[in-house]
């Protein structure tokens, strides 16, 4: 994964969000680094005083795990999929259809 594509690092940047605690202390940096500060591979490097591919495995290391956990835990999916409702539930309530309303928050209910 030696370049990550901008969705893939949008996803990735989520994932960490949820689950960058689980990840050890020293990989937990390295990922603040890339995904939250926007830092490159060699200032990562030069702060961290490692080679740029230790930092390039790091990265693509801890986004292993972050697939990992998301394909046995689905915490990000289940929010995007809350998040849609939410947004149906919203435009539904904008148009002051309150019977439509009432049946699509009973089909939610029903998917819980």
Known sequence: MS?????DFI?????????????SDDRQK???????Y??????????CGISRQAVLDAIDK??????????KLHILEQKERLLAD????KETAD?????????E???MLRRL
Do not use: H, P, W
Not at 3 to 7: E, G, H, S, V, Y
Not at 11 to 23: D, N, S, T
Not at 30 to 36: A, G
Not at 95 to 103: A, P, Q, T, W, Y
């Open 11 to 23: 996803k990735f940047g989520r994932l960490f969000e949820i689950y960058g605690e689980l990840l």
């Open 3 to 7: 370049k990550i594509k901008l969705q």
């Open 86 to 89: 939410l947004n149906k539930l």
């Open 30 to 36: 390295i990922m603040t680094s890339y995904f939250e």
């Open 38 to 47: 926007n830092m490159t591979l060699v200032e990562i490097a030069e702060e």
């Open 62 to 71: 801890g986004c292993e795990k972050l697939n990992f956990y998301e394909e």
């Open 95 to 103: 148009k002051n259809d309150k019977s439509l309303l009432s049946s």
């Open 105 to 107: 928050i009973d089909e």
